[in-house]
T-cell receptor, first 119, second 114 residues
Framework: AQTVTQSQPEMSVQEAETVTLSCTYD???????LFWYKQPPSRQMILVIR??????QNATENRFSVNFQKAAKSFSLKISDSQLGDTAMYFC????????????????FGKGTLLTVNP | KAGVTQTPRYLIKTRGQQVTLSCSPI?????VSWYQQTPGQGLQFLFE???????NKGNFPGRFSGRQFSNSRSEMNVSTLELGDSALYLC?????????????FGEGSWLTVV
């Protein structure tokens, strides 16, 4: 079974600064996907960024980027130029590759990191 | 394009009752999954449906069940409610398994059991 660990329950950052959220995972799979989801107070889970394990290049989406270290099983999220709207709970999630029509298609989540951006 | 729609958004039930939650996936999405979110246990996978078939089930008692209709809409049911069933229930949809298709979430249904 896969496990996802987020070691920082809470973090805070000043507006316009950069912050990095940590995530480690444990799996015996070689082909999988990693995600960061954001859950603001509205509770809607919003995809921030995704990474395919077979890609060495780190994913980037505007101010959000990841540092994917496959051998270390580490997947951290860097938020640059933090904005007040970034205040939310951030979840790291793992999904093993499942062939089309296959079962076991699910996300395994970490416990989350509550990020507060201060003005 | 409309997102994942869940109804009702909020509900209060009494212990021993049963509840049904509904989920309409994004148009064209055939995979629907359900997750339970609680402060203590975090986000836990309940089950996943594709083409009206349950393909995977999480570690929950048989009181938790679901189904999917031919239009991909899904319902989950919890019978004989317990206080510990109080949670946010999130529905998610995606095109289908394979190639790590992105899973999109609804806003959730808040269930309070008193």
């Amino acid at each position: 079974a896969q496990t996802v660990t987020q070691s920082q329950p809470e973090m805070s950052v000043q507006e316009a600064e950069t912050v990095t959220l940590s995530c480690t995972y444990d799996t015996s799979e070689n082909n999988y996907y990693l995600f960061w989801y954001k859950q603001p107070p509205s509770r809607q889970m919003i995809l921030v960024i995704r990474q395919e394990a077979y890609k060495q290049q780190n994913a980037t989406e505007n101010r959000f980027s990841v540092n994917f270290q496959k051998a270390a099983k580490s997947f951290s999220l860097k938020i640059s130029d933090s904005q007040l709207g970034d205040t939310a709970m951030y979840f790291c999630a793992f999904m093993k590759h499942v062939n089309s029509g296959g079962s076991n298609y699910k996300l395994t989540f970490g416990k989350g990191t509550l990020l507060t951006v201060n003005p | 394009k409309a997102g994942v729609t869940q109804t009702p958004r909020y509900l209060i039930k009494t212990r021993g009752q049963q509840v049904t939650l509904s989920c309409s996936p994004i148009s064209g999405h055939r995979s629907v999954s359900w997750y339970q979110q609680t402060p203590g246990q975090g986000l836990q996978f309940l089950f996943e449906y594709f083409s009206e078939t349950q393909r995977n089930k999480g570690n929950f008692p048989g009181r938790f069940s679901g189904r999917q209709f031919s239009n991909s809409r899904s319902e989950m049911n919890v019978s004989t409610l317990e206080l510990g069933d109080s949670a946010l229930y999130l529905c998610a949809s995606s095109l289908e398994a394979g190639t790590g298709n992105t899973i999109y979430f609804g806003e959730g249904s808040w269930l309070t059991v008193v």
